[in-house]
């Protein structure tokens, strides 16, 4: 299992004081799916993905059971040049046509120092592979 920094997920949580149980929907008004991934060697492209879903099972008192699950929209891929958006959306890249979407389905969640790792399975172009991802709690 390799880190990676595909995605970003920040989430913005008002959960106040509450330490029991709850299913919240990732807001995607303050939350991002983004990337960024080297050009030639030279330069690097970031980008986002501009239509996603997700739940998030919360308990405060209980970070080993968090859960998380998200999908994707590929074709609101936007590296803010539709030319290229355009190629990375056909079949020589993401065919968005035959795989329309990206899913994760976490698998746990730890602590690392001040920081947190969400680890899971994200599927795309037909291939589930194990991730893990930085995660921000506020």
Known sequence: MRKIT???LALALLVGSAAQAATFAIDASHSSV???????????VRGT?????????F?????????????????SINTADEKRDGHLRNE?????????TMTFVSTGVEKDGDDWI???DLTLHG????????????
Request: net charge negative.
């Open 118 to 120: 969400l680890r899971g």
């Open 6 to 8: 595909l995605l970003t």
């Open 59 to 75: 308990d405060e008192a209980d970070p080993s059971a968090w859960t998380t699950s998200a999908t994707i929209q590929m074709a």
């Open 127 to 138: 291939v589930t592979k194990a991730v893990e991802l930085d995660l921000e709690y506020n």
């Open 49 to 57: 993905f501009d239509s996603f879903e997700g739940t998030i099972e």
């Open 92 to 100: 020589d890249f993401f065919d968005v046509e035959q795989f329309p």
């Open 34 to 44: 983004g990337f960024k991934v080297k050009h030639m060697m030279v330069s690097k």
